[in-house]
């Protein structure tokens, strides 16, 4: 049995998160129910529970937030957008505005696997291109020193 590694256990909480955002968009069932419905039913020994329960229970009273900062980059309303890659795209939004501490790569391959495994066919590419403007906005300073690394080669 492989230990539990705590950047596994934030993906599965991401997963987690990704499918009660969309449960709760869908239903408008109190985010709490929908935690408790989780927690109850699926296996959450391999899952950072906090993290998930941040996720949840945050994303849904900061939409107003959130959806100002993503129909900047959308090609039409938030509510038009697919159930799963507007949950995807507000959770990355969310850590990419409150989880500084995330390198903003991580943040969004993780969304982009999140829509890969979730989403239509070629979600993964519609979401990848909004969250890397998003970063660009909110991540400015590191955004452009990742280009400048790259661009020099230097570290």
Request: aromatic share 8%; proline share 4%.
């Amino acid at each position: 049995m492989e230990p539990i590694n705590s950047n596994h256990a934030r993906h599965r909480a991401r997963i987690s998160a990704m499918q009660s955002l969309y449960q709760w968009q869908m239903t408008q069932d109190s985010p709490a129910v929908i935690r408790d419905q989780f927690i109850a039913e699926q296996d959450f020994s391999r899952t950072d529970v906090a993290y998930f329960e941040e996720l949840l229970l945050t994303i849904p009273t900061l939409l107003a937030e959130l959806d100002a900062i993503l129909l900047r980059y959308t090609d039409r309303g938030i509510e038009e957008v697919d159930p799963i890659e507007r949950a995807v795209l507000r959770l990355a939004t969310y850590e990419l505005v409150h989880h500084i501490e995330l390198p903003y790569p991580v943040v969004i391959s993780e969304a982009v696997g999140l829509s890969k495994n979730f989403g239509a066919n070629e979600a993964y590419k519609y979401v990848n291109g909004i969250l890397d403007k998003v970063a660009g906005e909110v991540r400015k300073l590191e955004v452009e020193a990742a280009h400048a690394v790259k661009k020099d080669g230097t570290a």
